[in-house]
Nanobody
Framework: EVQLVESGGGLVQAGGSLRLSCAAS????????IGWFRQAPGKEREGVSC????????????YYADSVKGRFTISSDNAKNTVYLLMDSLKPEDTAVYYC???????????????????WGQGTQVTVSS
């Protein structure tokens, strides 16, 4: 059974940092792209970032939404089957529930959060105070 478990959310002041974790199990980690999404109250879910492992020698490829480019960094630890989202320079508008999701890479025409939809975690709340 595919499971994704997010952690690391919390309350932080504007300008601060948080690191979210997404622990994956039940599938071959290297065969999947993992993405981070967020949903603020009253707003549609937004794709934030995603990552795909090419190979142990070639590393990973990543994608970022314009709204977080330069502030957020996605990374993965294949030995731990975990994807991280380091969020720096946080703004109040980053406040949302953050979800990680997984999609088998073979089904994706390109690396983008647009194509990640099959498996979802339960979410973790991030609140940025001004």
């Amino acid at each position: 059974e595919v499971q994704l478990v997010e952690s690391g959310g919390g309350l932080v002041q504007a300008g601060g940092s948080l690191r979210l974790s997404c622990a994956a199990s039940g599938f071959t980690f290297e065969d999947y792209a993992i993405g981070w999404f967020r949903q603020a109250p009253g707003k549609e879910r937004e794709g934030v970032s995603c990552i795909s492992t090419i190979s142990s020698s070639d590393g990973t490829i990543t994608y970022y939404a314009d709204s977080v480019k330069g502030r957020f960094t996605i990374s993965s630890d294949n030995a731990k089957n975990t994807v991280y989202l380091l969020m720096d320079s946080l703004k109040p508008e980053d406040t949302a529930v953050y979800y990680c999701a997984a999609q088998v890479k073979a089904s994706m025409p390109a690396l983008s959060t647009l194509y990640i939809r099959d498996h979802w975690g339960q979410g973790t709340q991030v609140t940025v105070s001004s």
